[in-house]
């Protein structure tokens, strides 16, 4: 069984800055991509930005310049830290990784989401 728990969403004024963290534990043999997503009210749930085991990085046009993904391996934890709030990022976030189990085994797990808000 694999747990993600996610931390440090808020309320924030606009242009205001929030860090999320999501730390990954259980049993896990390795862990590929991770990622944020986020989910407003009656929006689908969308990418917001990943990361991949080396570092490699990829984010929504809506958020780009303005948040930054990254992880520590030997913690198994994500970060997104986000810069120049806007009302329109005001979602549930919620943290994805792709474990690896075992050497030839892996699924998708998702975090409990944490509420982010942007007032203006």
């Known amino acids: 069984q694999v747990q993600l728990v996610e931390s440090g969403g808020g309320l924030v004024q606009a242009g205001g800055s929030l860090r999320l963290s999501c730390a990954a534990s259980?049993?896990?043999?390795?862990?590929?991509?991770m990622g944020w997503y986020r989910q407003a009210p009656g929006k689908q749930r969308e990418l917001v930005a990943a990361?991949?085991?080396?570092?490699?990085?990829n984010y929504a046009d809506s958020v780009k310049g303005r948040f930054t993904i990254s992880r520590d391996n030997a913690k198994n934890t994500v970060y997104l830290q986000m810069n120049s709030l806007k009302p329109e990022d005001t979602a549930v976030y919620y943290c994805?990784?792709?474990?690896?189990?075992?050497?030839?085994?892996?699924?998708?797990?998702w975090g409990q989401g944490t509420q982010v808000t942007v007032s203006s």
């Open positions: 994805n990784a792709e474990v690896a189990v075992g050497p030839h085994l892996g699924y998708d797990y």
């Open positions: 259980g049993s896990i043999f390795s862990i590929n991509a």
């Open positions: 990361i991949t085991s080396g570092g490699s990085t």
